[in-house]
């Protein structure tokens, strides 16, 4: 087998699956801030009480981000050191100002934060309560200042045989970093409220009358920020597409199933993709919507992928240049469906938490508990489309990914740490999803003072 | 002093601190099953680190992301050279973090001894596989002329890269040793102690040793123009004087000489191959060294710039948390948080 083509799985599953729960660190981070900020206001026990009791899911969360975020930290030198090579000069950057600006402060603070109530004044644990949050969205935008390099190569210039950066301002004005920067962090945003509404609900629906008032205000607090997150992520992603439409418009193109050029151009809503004759033998198409979604207006062309394929062959010189569209176009409907059902959820959820409804609404709460994961294959659905919707790119225009692999690894070598990743990554998450639930579906007055 | 030899200064100081601070961390972790026999014991022991270690690791992630920002080649060079062993390593570093975490969050002392086991291997592993990637740093490898190792991983497994790794290994352990010393009490640190003096006399032997095969097998020690050999010597001194404080029951001042040993073997490591940074066994013009390895000027003055602002925060607020949890763990559990 190919080294190429395993270490493309690898990477494919490592990050993945670190990404599984990067973005719940990111919003549970934020969320815990806002509710021990509110009990340092307030003064009032209930606060500090959902700030230890949701705290623990964090923490569980935590520690499987940050072990299987070691292996990110090495897997370009690993499997990729043509890539690390080619691009070290501007990639690597990034990556050491986020463990400099981020990775410490979080680590550390992290530690302050789960040893130091009894050791620190309130206000000293709060603040390290929101250096967590901070360093953990500083960490998000440093390495999305990286891959946004890779998506849309900016501020370098090619010489000595590799990419070299020039201008380091550009790095970090790349209208990508803007796009996604936001749409990651509002996405984490949303998850954290979706998973603490996920369990939350589980408990309303047990209805013990003492933990009631804790899990509405922590359904309520968290409803809110879902909406928020929610409603944000997906104008982000409104914008943002209309970004790609200009700066990768053949990764738009892979995810609508768009093969050739129309004007306007129309949308297809759903359908059958046919990779092989370039074409999609059914499909439900609204005519000119596409044009309306990418470019505001009803009369818009947009370039189909075999027209856009012509023009890399003339740039690039022959080759396949067509990302996987199925897999691209399935991913879109995914992620796009998943958000909209979002909003409706979150919407639902601050209606009735907000007016004190919640308990009557037992079936809402039952369709809440499985809605905690709604967020993540939205996310895991967006990172798809990101990553392999640049095919055979892997910085896009300037190396192509088979020439990005180490030259020194064998398949047997990726076989062996594939395999090793695989065995460990799913009898991790095994306990840890296992640990989460129990913690998360716990008595919270019984919890208190276990170990944490 | 052009920003290359800044840059390999600042990867010293990533290493030194990474083994210094990590060293105690990997050491506290082999000597769990040893020293502690009731789960309270096993606790104070994992709550010596506990705030700490998090952070404690990023010294080694921060190291590896200077590598790449700073010296590109070497960072494509040593992690696709030294694949499968640092995808053990990795795999190491992994169970050990979700052990912390996840040990005392189940009352099942069956759930408990495992994970307990997850801290043993990974905190053994890696403290050997780095011992053993150190030594073959020291000694060189056959580095093609594409930059590239093509060796695989048997030849990483030579008897000086092993007796290298064993020499690391047990100063990580003696350094993890003095630490559970600064922080524990009672009964508990009376037992670290006791077995602190054997490791100790362990970690003499091995050194001096390894101390002379370095000497005969690498230019390490004698490296025209910049040598390795006073940090080596100072190295010695401190490890000897580790002694002698122990002896006299100065806590405090075995520590330090414990960590300065760390830290001087890793001046020696970095001085010894000075301005190289990966030595090839084939050609001397293949070696890697700070200017054929590195990033454009333009790079690294920016993570300079960077680094010259973030690295003495870092210190500060690192330090502070060694501060604020200078107070010693007892095995009473109310002090015990993981």
Redesign the interface.
């Known amino acids: 087998m190919d080294p190429v083509i395993l270490s493309r799985w690898q990477f494919a599953m490592t990050t993945i699956y670190h990404f599984f729960f990067v973005p719940v660190t990111l919003g549970l981070a934020l969320f815990l801030a806002l509710l021990e900020t509110k009990y340092v206001i307030s003064g009032e026990e209930i606060y500090k009480k959902m700030t230890k009791f949701w705290g623990k899911i964090f923490l569980i969360n935590f520690a499987i981000g940050i072990v299987t975020g070691i292996v990110q930290e090495f897997h370009f030198g690993l499997n990729w050191s043509e890539y690390s090579r080619f691009m070290g000069d501007i990639f690597g950057a990034p990556l050491a100002i986020e463990g400099l600006m981020a990775f410490f402060l979080e680590s550390t603070f992290i530690g302050v934060w789960i040893f130091g109530w009894d050791k620190l004044s309130k206000k000293a644990h709060l603040a390290a309560a929101w250096m967590v949050a901070l360093g953990s969205s500083l960490s998000s935008f440093w390495i999305l200042v990286a891959n946004s390099f890779m998506q849309n190569p900016v501020g370098y210039v090619i010489r000595n045989g590799r990419a070299e950066m020039t201008d380091f301002g550009a790095l970090l004005g790349n209208p990508n970093v803007w796009y996604q920067f936001p749409h990651v962090l509002t996405s984490g945003v949303a998850v954290g409220g979706f998973i603490i509404m996920g369990f939350s609900a589980w408990h309303l629906l047990k209805n013990k009358p003492e933990n009631n008032e804790f899990f509405k205000i922590s359904f309520k607090w968290a409803a809110t920020v879902a909406l928020v997150g929610s409603i944000l992520v997906g104008f982000i992603g409104h914008y943002q597409g209309q970004y790609l439409a200009v700066s990768q418009p053949m990764k738009v193109a892979a995810m609508e199933g768009h093969w050739h050029t129309e004007q306007p151009a129309s949308f297809s809503v759903i359908g059958i993709i046919d990779e092989e004759n370039h074409e999609n033998p059914y499909e439900i198409k609204i005519p000119a919507a596409l044009s309306f979604l990418l470019f505001d207006d009803f009369s818009s062309e947009f370039k189909g992928l075999v027209e856009l394929e012509a023009e890399e062959v003339a740039k690039y010189g022959p080759g396949d240049y067509i990302p996987p569209v199925t897999l691209s176009y399935w991913s879109s409907r995914t992620m796009i469906g998943s958000g909209l059902l979002m909003i409706l959820l979150a919407g639902l959820a601050v209606w009735w938490s907000w007016r004190d409804e919640l308990e009557e609404k037992t079936l809402f709460l039952k369709i809440m508990i499985p809605s905690a994961l709604l967020p993540t294959t939205a996310i895991t659905a967006g990172w798809l489309i990101a990553e392999t919707g640049r095919w055979p790119w892997i910085v896009h225009g300037l190396q192509k990914i088979e020439d990005a692999i180490s030259p020194t690894i064998t398949a047997g070598n990726v076989i062996f740490s594939m395999v090793t990743f695989l065995v460990l990554y799913t009898v991790l998450g095994f306990i840890g999803i296992k640990l989460m639930i129990k913690y998360g579906t716990s008595d919270p007055s019984a919890v208190e003072g276990q170990g944490e | 002093m052009d920003l290359n030899i800044l840059w390999f200064i600042l990867l010293t100081v990533l290493f030194s601190g990474f083994f210094f601070l990590e060293g105690f961390d990997y050491g506290v972790g082999i000597l769990l099953p040893f020293v502690a026999k009731e789960d309270n014991e096993r606790?104070a022991i994992i709550n010596t680190i506990?705030?700490?270690?998090?952070?404690n690791?990023?010294w080694?992630?921060?190291a590896?992301?200077?590598m790449?920002?700073?010296f590109?080649?070497m960072?494509?060079?040593?992690?696709?050279?030294f694949?499968?062993a640092?995808?053990?390593m990795?795999?190491g570093?992994?169970?050990r973090?979700?052990a912390?975490?996840?040990r005392?969050?189940?009352d099942d002392p069956a759930w408990r001894s495992r994970w307990d086991m997850a801290i043993f291997i990974g905190s053994l592993v890696p403290a050997l596989l780095w011992g053993i990637t150190i030594a073959n740093l020291m000694r060189g490898v056959d580095i093609a002329a594409?930059?590239?190792?093509?060796g695989?991983l048997l030849p990483l497994l030579n008897p000086y890269a092993l007796f290298g790794g064993l020499v690391f290994l047990s100063l990580f352990i003696t350094h993890g040793a003095s630490f559970l010393g600064i922080k524990l009490v009672g009964e508990l640190k009376d037992r670290v102690k006791k077995l602190t003096g054997k490791i100790w006399v362990v970690s003499v032997i091995l050194t001096v040793a390894f101390l002379i095969w370095t000497y005969l097998a690498t230019d390490i020690l004698n490296n025209p123009g910049f040598d390795g050999l006073i940090p080596a010597l100072l190295a010695a001194v401190s490890l000897l004087a580790y002694g002698w404080f122990l002896r006299q029951g100065k806590e405090g001042l075995t520590f330090v000489s414990g960590g300065l040993v760390i830290i001087l073997a890793t001046v020696m490591v970095f001085t010894g191959l000075f301005p190289r940074l990966m030595i090839s066994t084939l050609n001397p013009a293949n070696t890697l060294t700070i200017y054929n390895a590195s990033?454009?000027p333009?790079?690294l003055k920016?993570?300079s710039i960077?680094?010259a602002i973030?690295?003495p925060m870092?210190l500060a607020?690192?330090g502070w948390?060694y501060w604020?949890?200078r107070k010693r763990i007892s095995t009473d559990s109310s002090d015990?948080?993981?």
């Open positions: 606790r506990g705030p700490v270690w998090d952070a690791e990023v080694m992630i921060l590896g992301g200077a790449f920002a700073a590109p080649h960072y494509a060079t040593l992690f696709s050279g694949y499968v640092l995808v053990i990795l795999c570093l992994i169970i973090g979700v912390f975490e996840f005392s969050k189940r594409d930059f590239n190792y093509y695989g990033s454009s333009y790079t920016i993570i960077v680094a973030f690295l870092i607020y690192q948390t604020i949890f015990l948080h993981y």
